[in-house]
DNA sequence: ATTTAGAATGCTAACGTTGTCATTGGCGCC
DNA sequence: GGCGCCAATGACAACGTTAGCATTCTAAAT
């Protein structure tokens, strides 16, 4: 071991390290990193054989602080683990990382309290703009957000009352196709099972007010966890239920599950169902299951690069209804 | 609208802005941040008020600079769309939120130019740690993160000669117990599908060294797209094949709808397939489709918090292997 | 009454950059 | 030969915070 000085554990190379090592000031070093056209060739190279030899990296942080520009963005998700919320993840950082932005993630868990102290420490690092599923669940959450001054983007609904700007789809609407759909197809005995997020809620308010519009019996709603198992036993609790909306595709293929168990699932096309299941999320598997999974095609992604299109231009609409599509395959 | 002076848009209020209009100095406020106990109650309350009076949040990027500490981490994954590495970044997450550390999370979609670019952009902001799936791909990336000079962790797989921490599992011995047991089944004409990434490679490997050891034919190995709709033709490409070990749970899945259509999947136990296929990752799904799916169950959550861990901590042992299970249903 | 301790507060210099001015030479031009 | 001009480089303050050391004031101890 060789004796260790203070410098020994190195913290990072700074600007003026390079500059002594290159006898020259920090402001060339800078130049020689921003602006090599400024620079004579016989001192750039200079400085940058010396950045190579000490392995120099710009503090992105001291940047940050002398320009007044983090170059970060804040991502809110209530959870990113088996859920399609990471589509939107992607891509948004797709977008934004090629231009240098970092994308600094959180999630909620959808817990309100959570979520204000996540908006509050994304805030705390003074992203350029936040872009969260949802609107904030709390006012304390929304006013953060106003009096930030920066770009918020709501995605995955269209709320009424927007923050700034939207990236989403009307989730009242993909209740009312579904139900629009299943009561079309002679189902009479409705339910929704899934989360009570607002999301979902708003999927369960559109399908049940047009199920009882068309004169289906009232839909009845089963609110289950956010994993899947639960629904594979659900159908036990809807005795002489003939369609179901799952609030996403996980729990439609659980529910499918149960009802596989309980014999009332068929290999053929949607009209052979005892019970019709319809998804929402499109997952690639939904696809590929048997029988494949009927289900409301949501844009994740478009979701995602939408939002970070809106965060990079302040002209153009501000709200953007990437819209859904009722995807019909052989379970509903 | 009112005049818009030049303070109108406003940027964020500063510990001095709030000092103003409590009328102490800055270093007060930061004191009733931080160490409230050091100021006396009456000033500390007015600072409050003028706290919020002005929505004042700090402004971690100053407190990093001037503590050299960030409170944050890196993450690098391939991807967190569909991917399994998502339970790995909410894991981590869990662990590392609560402490106040935020996670700069960056993709390097299985490019490694592209994975150099985000190791730097990464090290640019500072980060106390790194968490990366797999390993740098290039020498370049390797010896950035060496001379960082902060806790680097390894993750979803054990490497040779670790940079420094490791929280993983052996892919090669995941293909040798695919192989063996597949073997053991007396299955004979043996393939592996999935993407050509070094941990697949590492499965391939142990898969194919194991089933050749045990008197196998030489297994084949198709290289798929990362998305799960080329599995689902592969069969095709694999004649006379009678157990596929799949690379992950969603290539798993898209052969057997391949086999399915093909007449080739029966809902009986596994004995009765006449193609075997076992996944990797254990998706939830996996237990719901019909066949259910057999499966080699990682601990993708448990990477992620042991992962976090080993950057909060100096001390035990720096490589610790979470290990995997073969699940056994009816697929293979 | 004087000292002493401590509680409360403040000043100044960092942290690693960049913006905004200087300053220094060398060159062509009338 | 003096003038301005540009190319190359640098000094200094600022960004918003904290660390380390004053300073002030009150109250108890002598």
Known sequence: MSNAGPEEFHSAPTLSAVAKLAGVSSITVS??????DLVAPETRG???????????????????????????????????????????????????????????????????????????????????????????ATEDGARLLRRAGIPVVETWELPVAPIDAVAGFDNYEAGVAVARHLVGQGRNSLAFIGGDDPRATRRWNGFNDTAQALGARAPRRLILDRNASGSVVAHAELPGVDAVFAANDAHAIGFMSGLRKAGLLRNGPAAEQPVAVIGLGDLEMGRLIAPSLSTIRVHGDAIGRTAAKLILTRTGPRQVDLGFELVLRDSG
Do not use: C, K, W
């Not at 130049?31 to 090599?36: D, F, H, M, S, T």
């Open 46 to 136: 200079r400085v940058e054989a010396a950045m190579r030899e000490l392995g120099y990296v710009p503090n992105q942080l001291a940047v940050a602080l002398a320009r007044a520009r983090t170059r970060s963005i804040g991502v809110l998700v209530p959870t990113i683990a088996n859920s399609i919320f990471a589509d939107t993840v992607q891509g948004l950082s797709d977008e934004l990382e090629p231009l240098g932005y970092a994308v600094i993630l959180t999630q909620s868990r959808y817990d309100a309290a959570r979520e204000d102290h996540m908006l509050s420490a994304l805030l705390s690092r003074r992203p350029e703009a936040i872009i969260m599923v949802g609107s904030p």
């Open 31 to 36: 130049r020689v990193v921003r602006l090599p």
